[in-house]
């Protein structure tokens, strides 16, 4: 019997489009319309051969056996409450059921709490903390914007349906037009797929976009005599010619992406971008969005705002403040310096996305390590104990941040993977087990010991009784 | 389940007129009851005082702009955080302090039910969440509805009918309490980068006044027969000279009655007052001045108003509000961070750190407009206690507040000591005049309890301690027949409650928290009205063609709702 | 003034967070109090003298306290943190946060120190004999309140973000610094007599750096405006001064628009 699910949002990327249809037929996916060529594949993917039904644990020889969720659940449980600094990295495909989930479970570890901003779009929170963020939701860019801006960003590839949906073709209400009634502007250091869509395209030199936008800055604040002929090898001519677009426009959006927050510079350069918006916003209505990634790593900022106040690289092992500074509370500085005595990746791949320098201090590195996350990845590959969890969007539902930070509630279109648990359940599970092992005496003391034999992988009863 | 007996305190109940007498309160199974048995545990009151839990009428507490605030300060928790007690969860924050930190101060202030001041619809979902995440404390949200493009399209045609069926499915959508307006049409004129200054402007395109708006939404308000009347935040807030634009907002109200069945005697709620009683036209004291008392002439007069103060606490604090373009303004005149997050057909909202610093003339000047606002209320039982939290100071500040309208000599005191401007203070506002002014501890239960749960058409729920109510009551270390000399007391009473039960449970024992994981409600209106296929049409139309997001996926699903504790009002009946 | 000296003798297999050690915490107490004064390991607290030998002791008061530091103290932190007076020689490497948020006092390090050096300085000195990384005399992040007086100098190079969102004080690196000097800066001076690669005085509002060796790439907001004789850290010489961010807000004072100087070396 076919069922077509309809109005379901997909979990790929920030775009988070909520008009999927999925067609299911005897529990398992058979087609979906509307997705993008990714989102797409996420769906198909879920139902293929090969998905992980059960923990995993590694053994001596490198090979992988599978174990029970008590035994996986135990083990994290434990390595959290015996490490000096766990950290718990990732949340970039999880539902904010589970980020509040785990943010509980690392207050009471004493962990350090992070998700993929960390090397994403954390760059954009640092400037956001500096300077602010003068934003809107997508549909504002729909309805409104007659001049868009993508800076750094590639959409045509990261995001797909983002120009159709948002930014370049949709025909809103005051803009019925569509793209004939946009100007559409591309700043890049390549001529990308997306400046393909572009009616002006400026070819920023790679590194430099910090010193094209204190022109246009320059253009704003009345000095564009000043404006040198070439700036980041853009001629002055294309600076003026934009900055006349931007001051004729009715209201002008800035989309940015990692462009600007991977090039020299990082947050700064992002820093100034939100400053270029403050000041048209003198001439025009101007407002800026940062093009996140998955759809959902707007989540664990969001959560772990009201949670501890930090979206980001949270250190909760001081116990009586939770305490924030990237650069220091990072992942991949933490994990560089030797900091962290623990690692959980959770949702996201490390492995495989992290430099490898930092990466190799992590896994495999005599720290103990857990992957939590549907697929054997990277990272799966060398840890500890790898634990499936439910995809969310397919599997599971719960509720998800677009990119613009509009709450998204996604839902289950077909059962958990052989009743799989979901990362709300599992990081419950862990909760519950660490009071339970606590009690029992188990103390953080740093200390791991790796040899554990075979015969050792038992029952959570077993070993504790 | 456990009872209880709060013994030989001095109660105070505006509800049942009770002003101090010693008598001792009884809670069995979660209600305040006539009687209990001898095993019942016993809380000594002897010499304190007792009042219902506290109700706070608009405060930034759960929702997207108070978690961007939280988000864009990370020097709002730097050294200013206290440190973790063992077992609670983590408190973070001095302006904006996250959901633990919330619910817990809320607790130790003995409140025991928070308005969310604003809702945008569209992200609904996220205020559910973090009321789910804030313990102790019941709360409820008011959706933001007066820049929604549907109701100014109904209003521009007085469709009432129809704009009464779109506040009504809204509410239901967003599990919402009351109709909020903020900046009647200067929000959605903040699209486009522009405003609404006087009741008069009209709004771009949709060609429709504040005026016209505040009184459709006064209607569509009435003829829904809400619990709460339609909360207001008018034009032109926090400028010089803004009076006449509160004066003009206000006088709207003219002509009409309240319709419901909870009690409710008003037909606007107007809030944070003080940010709407400036004279003059420059912020320096050759030209400011305080209006306060042309606006209370006012609003002493109507009887069918109600009113909270937004008093200012002169901290560093953050400024979110929805009134969008008055915020671009404030980081104009600041030069601080600045963030703004337009919604699409709905509302818009904008925050920006703000230093209300004594050693300013105008700081000192808000902060007495503020208390000449309770101090000139002839009726307390219509003017509540807010700092409109975070805007004017941060929540866990209200004690400091009733400190200084329970204490003349308290106040006098900051003026003389603590204002480096006191006497500009003094010459350009009405705080000299009222230098003798003092409210009662009956008066002060008025303003924070009974007067608010009547407004809010909740008297059945909270702010009372009559016999059947949910057992929210509080036990504050000030005897009224002793009442302390030194001012100080005051603040450190009210702001570290002696007891403090929440819906029968104990919560707080001996000033500390015990228990917070008791059950807490998320309390909304559940309205019904007639069938009505035009709105039904215009919401699929506008779905269609203009919001980024399915109609199918907009209302909150009920599993994301917490604990939802709805009230019925049914207008087809 | 008295001395406590403190050698470290264990190393800790993560990191130390150490910002009780100062002469303000020392102050008063016995080699014993000090040795029970807490060093924390991650979520693990332990006593100072579990990881060091502690001899000597401490003065009355943090303006009569001096704190020698041996050994290897490259993986400590916050040493120095909030102090308001008294002295701290730190004979090694060093982490992150020395000196942080310090009010008073004179910190040297003979060695190298991390990121966040100085972060938000107000007063006294603070010198590092060799490099610094990133966010030296800094603002914590979000904070528009950076480094607001005291002097903090670098003998060797620093990395990026020298001075955002200085405010006051003076911070002089002897070497090469990387990118982000001055940037946000509302007061203040900064002299690095290295090299920069760029972005010197970006979004700067008001304050003076000097640059006496080669910037790279030059914010096209600053503009030529003469030259001038000035006496930098006691060596007087011929700089070319540029006014600018011309693409940030600028205060105005009797009527004329204040920028910031730039002064690179002819």
């Not at chain 2, 409140?111 to 996220?126: D, I, N, Q, R, S």
């Not at chain 2, 709360?139 to 820049?147: C, D, K, L, Q, S």
């Not at chain 2, 709407?276 to 008392?293: L, M, V």
């Not at chain 3, 914590?140 to 200085?166: A, E, H, K």
Request: charged share 20%.
């Amino acid at each position: 019997m076919q069922e077509v699910i309809k109005h379901v949002a997909c979990p790929y990327c920030g775009s988070c489009c909520d008009d999927l249809e999925v067609t299911i037929d005897d529990g398992k996916i058979v087609e979906v319309k509307n997705a993008c060529i990714i989102g797409n594949e996420i769906y198909h993917h879920a139902s293929r051969e090969g998905r992980v039904g059960s923990p995993r644990r590694r053994q001596p020889d490198g090979t992988y056996k599978d174990i029970t969720y008590d035994e996986a659940i135990d083990f994290t449980a434990k390595m959290l409450i015996k490490a000096k600094k766990p950290l718990i990295f990732g949340f970039g495909s999880t539902n904010c059921e589970g980020m509040a989930a785990a943010g509980r479970v690392a207050e009471d570890a004493g962990a350090v709490l992070d998700n993929c901003a960390s090397i994403c779009h954390g760059s954009s929170f640092l400037a956001i903390f500096d300077t602010g963020y003068p934003s809107c939701t997508l549909g504002e860019v729909k309805n409104r914007a007659d001049v868009v801006i993508y800076w750094g960003s590639n959409p045509a590839h990261a995001h797909p349906r983002h120009m159709s949906r948002y930014g370049v073709f949709p025909r809103g209400f005051f803009t019925g037009k569509g793209a004939r009634g946009r100007k559409v502007i591309v700043v890049d250091p390549r001529y990308t797929d997306t400046a393909r869509c572009a009616n002006h395209f400026l070819q920023v030199q790679q590194g430099h976009d910090y010193e094209l936008f204190d022109a246009f800055r320059m253009v704003m604040h009345g000095y564009a005599a000043d404006v040198p002929a070439v700036v980041a090898g853009v001629s002055k001519e294309k600076i003026l010619e934009a900055c006349d677009i931007i001051k004729a426009g009715r209201y002008v959006h800035i989309f940015f992406g990692m462009g600007l927050c991977h090039s020299d510079g990082r947050n700064h350069n992002v820093d100034i971008a939100i400053n270029l918006v403050r000041d048209i916003n003198e001439y025009t209505k101007c407002t800026i969005m940062a093009m996140r990634g998955h759809y959902n790593i707007a989540g664990p900022g969001v959560v772990w705002a009201w949670q501890f106040g930090f979206p980001y690289c949270i250190d909760l092992s001081k116990g009586s403040v939770a305490h924030m500074n990237p650069g220091e509370t990072s992942s991949v500085d933490l994990a560089n310096r030797g900091e962290v005595d623990a690692f959980i990746n959770i949702g996201t791949d490390a492995g495989a996305h992290f430099p490898i320098r930092a990466f190799e201090k992590l896994g495999g590195s005599g720290i103990p390590m857990v992957t939590i996350d549907p697929s054997v990845n990277m990272a799966a590959t060398v840890s500890d104990v790898h634990i499936p969890v439910a995809i969310v969007g397919v599997e599971t539902g719960g509720i998800c941040y677009r990119m613009d930070n509009v709450p998204i509630q996604y839902r289950a279109v077909i059962k958990p993977y052989n009743g799989i648990l979901t990362d709300e359940q599992l990081f419950d599970k862990i909760y519950e087990r660490m009071q339970e092992l606590k009690a029992a005496g188990v103390e953080s003391d740093g200390k791991w010991d790796y040899a554990t034999p075979l015969a050792d992988v038992r029952p959570v009863k077993e070993v504790y009784e | 389940m456990t009872e209880y007996i709060i013994k030989n305190g001095c109660v105070i109940d505006p509800t049942q007129g009770i002003k101090g007498q010693k008598m001792d309160i009884c809670i069995k199974d979660g209600k305040i009851v006539d009687k209990v048995s001898k095993s019942a545990k016993v809380i000594d009151a002897t010499g304190k005082t007792v009042m219902a839990g506290g109700v706070d009428i608009h405060s930034h507490v759960a929702g997207p702009k108070v978690d961007a605030g939280r988000l864009f300060r990370p020097e709002d928790k730097l050294f200013k955080s206290p440190n973790r007690k063992s077992n609670l969860r983590m408190e973070m924050g001095y302006s904006v302090p996250s959901v633990s930190k919330t619910g817990y101060d809320y607790a130790r202030l003995g409140y025991g039910f928070v308005m969310e001041a604003a809702m945008p619809p569209l992200e609904a979902a996220h205020v559910h969440e973090e009321i789910r995440d804030t313990p102790i404390i019941d709360e409820a949200a008011m959706p933001v509805v007066g820049n929604n493009w549907f109701l100014l399209e109904y209003f521009k045609n007085h469709e009432i009918e129809n704009a009464g069926a779109y506040a009504s499915w809204i509410l239901n959508a967003t599990r919402g309490y009351a109709l909020k307006c903020v900046n009647p049409g200067g929000t959605e004129a903040w699209g486009w980068g522009l405003n609404c200054i006087t009741i008069h402007d009209k709004v771009p395109y949709f060609d429709i006044t504040p005026a016209e708006i505040v009184k459709g939404l006064i209607e569509t308000n009435e003829y829904l027969k809400l619990p709460h009347s339609l909360h207001l935040h008018s034009n032109n807030l926090g400028n010089p000279g803004n009076y006449t634009t509160t004066l003009d907002t206000l006088k709207l109200i003219e002509g009409y009655k309240p319709n419901n069945d909870f009690g409710r005697e008003q037909v606007l709620h107007h809030t944070h007052l003080q940010f709407h009683c400036y004279g003059g036209d420059s912020f320096k004291s050759s030209s400011f001045e305080s209006k306060s008392k042309e606006v209370m002439d006012y609003v002493n007069k109507q009887k069918n108003l109600t009113i909270d103060t937004g008093n200012v606490t002169l901290d560093e604090t953050t400024t979110m509000t929805a009134d969008g373009p008055f915020e671009y303004h404030l980081t104009h005149l600041n030069h601080l961070k600045w963030t703004n997050v337009d919604i699409e057909l709905e509302t818009a909202a904008g925050i920006v750190p703000f230093i209300y610093d004594p050693k300013t003339y105008i700081a000192g000047a808000q902060w007495a407009i503020g208390l000449e606002i309770s101090l000139f209320a002839k009726d307390k039982e219509r003017c509540f206690i807010t700092t409109d939290h975070p805007n004017a100071g941060p929540f866990w500040r209200y004690p400091r507040i009733y400190k200084w309208l329970l204490s003349a000599k308290a106040r006098n005191d900051l003026i003389d000591n603590g204002l480096k401007y006191g006497d500009k203070v003094r010459d350009t506002t009405y705080i000299g005049e009222l230098s003798d002014k003092e409210i009662s501890l009956y008066e002060l239960a008025q303003m924070t309890r009974s007067g608010v749960a009547k407004s809010l058409g909740l008297s059945n729920l909270y702010g009372s301690l009559k016999t059947g109510m949910n057992a929210n009551v509080a036990v504050y270390d000030i005897d009224p027949e002793n009442l302390p000399s030194d001012p100080e007391q005051y603040e450190t009473a009210f702001g570290n409650v002696f007891a403090f039960f929440k819906d029968g449970v104990l919560c707080i024992e001996d000033h500390e928290i015990v228990n917070y994981s008791m059950p807490k409600k998320t309390v909304w209106v559940n309205s019904i009205v007639p069938e009505n296929k035009q709105v039904e049409r215009d919401i699929r139309d506008k779905f269609l063609h203009s919001y980024t997001v399915d109609l199918e996926n907009y209302a909150v699903q009920e599993e994301h709702v917490h604990n939802p504790y709805a009230i019925k009002v049914d207008i087809t009946e | 003034m008295n001395t406590v000296t403190i050698t470290m003798v264990k190393q800790p297999q993560l990191f130390l967070e150490a910002d009780l050690v100062t002469p303000d915490q020392f102050a008063g107490k016995s080699i014993e109090a000090i040795g029970a004064i807490d060093i924390s390991e991650g979520k693990i607290k332990y006593p100072l003298a579990s990881f060091a030998k502690i001899e000597g002791a401490s003065g009355a008061t943090a303006a009569e306290t001096k704190i020698v530091l041996n050994g290897d103290w490259t993986r400590v932190k916050r040493v120095g943190q909030k102090m308001t007076a008294g002295e701290i020689i730190i004979n090694s490497n060093v982490d992150m946060y020395t000196g942080g948020w310090m009010i008073g006092g004179k910190i040297t390090v003979n060695g190298n120190a991390d990121s966040f050096t100085g972060i938000a300085m107000a007063g006294g000195e603070l010198t590092i004999n060799g490099n610094c990384l990133n966010h030296v005399g800094s603002a914590y992040r979000g904070d528009w309140r950076g480094m607001t007086g005291g002097v903090l100098r670098v003998t060797g190079n620093v990395g990026n973000d020298i001075g955002t969102f200085m405010r006051g004080g003076t911070i002089i690196v002897g070497g090469d610094a990387f990118i982000h000097v001055h940037t946000h800066g509302e007061g203040g001076t900064i002299i690095v007599k290295g090299n920069v690669e760029g972005r010197v005085g970006g979004q700067s509002v008001k304050g003076d750096v000097f640059v006496n060796g080669k910037i790279d790439f030059m914010m096209p907001g600053y503009k030529y405006v003469d030259d001038v004789e000035k006496e930098v850290d006691g060596v007087k010489a011929v700089y070319a001064h540029y006014i600018g961010d011309l693409g940030e807000r600028h205060p105005t004072s009797k009527g004329v628009q204040i920028f910031t100087n730039l002064y690179l070396k002819k």
